[in-house]
């Protein structure tokens, strides 16, 4: 989801602001509609059936297009009998299909749906890779990429934390394939990632160009529409300005029954008001009747500790579903989020000007984290103790000075600029405009030769 929303808004500017026409090929259904001039090609997902149970979805996920080659170059050569392919832009897992796209001599370039720091380690992840043993949690120095904060090792990527492991490799091999598009599109903006935007400005031997092209979110109308949405909206208009924390772990967090109750018990003694999206525990057995509320609707959220749901009736909402998110942070009642870090998350809450709280779980998200704390200085971190247990101490003390303490307002402050910055950046002459239009020109030219 992270991934394809982002696609679909650029596919929606390129139609709607500079008449292209746009085929979207995935390998899920959309879930938002798209205007009538992108067309839209499922690729058929290969049975990777002798895959163990426990394969991480990172390795699914290269091992699917490793083995889509062939149909996506039969998809190519049929498009190429009506139309004039301008280029091909790929996700960020796309390496694998470069080398075919070539032979087309059809231009490919990549959408890192992430920011210039995510984009700078996977361009030193080869070397890294050749230059260094043992476990990258072990390095002895954080690591410090051209313009970008530096990164200790535990922080890297998470499919990265095992050397010797499967996914690992995957990744170092699609990063491998980085610098050889045409050109690199990120979904960051100028101010938000200075020197990093910096730094690949001036890089110069032949490397291919980055455009920073975000903020870019789906624009359409997803807002949901559902009961559970009104309720949540009238909740929200009757919270003062500001006032309310929002929780929210993105599409594919979860926690443990263990953090579930710490982050419960914290969010009581923080005294503030809050929505959470809650999720059933990753630990729970999945017989437990939690998985069907719809049947079981007393008892729903009875992996929350004794009590707390009756205690806190009076200023938290607690919901099942996830999304749409946007609703909540462009609330003007919504003043904090917590969480997991995803891109697509921090944007919202960047356009919407909401400071954040740290809390990553997987993929890039520590990085991400280390990004919106250390270097734009939009968060404040949830600090995990031991166990990998975010303690219900820690949760109160970190929502409350989210809330109401002075590294609240800096962080609180220093959002609201990003928020004017950002909507600079995708405003008129803005910088990631200017570069959408840079990338225009150069398909416009593509389209001409390609014919
Ligand atoms: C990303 O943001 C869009 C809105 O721009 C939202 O509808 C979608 O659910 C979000 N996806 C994820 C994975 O957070
Ligand atoms: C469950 O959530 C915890 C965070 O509370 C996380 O550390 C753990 O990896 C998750 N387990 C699974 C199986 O997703």
């Not at 749906?113 to 990258?136: K, R």
């Amino acid at each position: 989801m992270g991934h394809v929303t982002p696609l679909a808004g650029l596919a929606k500017l390129l139609v709607l602001r500079h008449h292209f026409t746009a085929t979207l090929v995935t390998f899920s259904d959309l879930p938002c509609s798209l205007p009538s001039s992108i067309s839209t090609i499922q690729l058929p997902t290969p049975l990777l059936e002798d895959l163990p149970s426990n394969t991480h979805f990172v390795t699914r996920i290269c091992l699917t297009i490793a083995h889509s080659v062939s149909p996506l170059r039969e998809i190519l050569i049929s498009l190429r009998r009506t139309t004039r392919i301008a280029a091909v832009i790929f996700d960020l897992f796309g390496s694998d299909f470069l080398s075919m796209v070539k032979e087309f001599g059809i231009p490919s370039y990549l959408f890192i749906t992430s920011n210039y720091f995510f984009l700078s380690f996977m361009l030193h992840l080869p070397t890294l890779e050749e230059t260094t043993t043992g476990e990258f949690r072990d390095l002895s120095e954080p690591l410090r990429l051209p313009g970008c904060v530096p990164l200790n090792g535990e922080d890297f990527l998470e499919p990265l934390q095992e050397r010797e492991s499967v996914v690992c490799a995957w990744v170092v091999h699609i990063a491998r394939n980085y610098d050889l598009f045409e050109g690199t599109l990120v979904n960051s903006f100028e101010t938000i990632e200075a020197d990093a935007a910096m730094y690949y400005k001036k890089r110069g031997d032949g490397k291919p160009h980055v455009w920073p092209i975000g903020p870019l979110t789906w624009s359409g109308s997803d807002m949901g529409t559902d009961e559970s949405s009104h309720k949540r909206i009238e909740w929200l208009n009757r919270q003062p300005t500001e006032s309310v924390v929002f929780i929210c772990f993105g599409s594919g967090g979860t926690l443990s029954l263990e953090q579930t109750q710490e982050l419960a018990l914290g969010l009581e003694m923080s005294g503030q008001r809050f929505i959470w999206v809650v999720r059933v525990p990753n630990d729970t057995d999945p017989s437990s009747s939690y998985f069907n509320p719809k049947q079981n609707s007393e008892n729903c959220f009875g992996f929350l500790p004794e009590g707390f749901v009756e205690r806190t009736k009076d200023r938290g909402m607690i919901v099942h579903s996830w999304g749409p998110q946007r609703e909540v942070l462009s609330h003007h009642a919504t003043g904090g989020f917590v969480s997991h870090c995803g891109w697509n998350s921090t944007l919202e809450s960047l356009m919407n000007g909401v400071p954040m709280i740290a809390w990553p779980l997987y993929a890039e998200q520590r990085m991400n984290a280390v990004l919106l704390v250390e270097g734009v200085k939009v968060a404040l971190k949830a600090k995990v103790g031991v166990n990998g247990v975010v303690r219900r101490q820690e949760v109160a003390k970190v929502v409350k000075e989210l809330m109401e303490g002075e590294e609240g307002k800096v962080v609180r402050r220093r959002m609201q600029e990003m928020k004017e910055e950002a909507a600079r950046a995708v405003g008129k002459e803005g910088s990631s405009y200017k570069a959408i239009y840079e990338i225009v020109s150069l398909l416009e030219d593509s389209a001409v030769t390609t014919s």
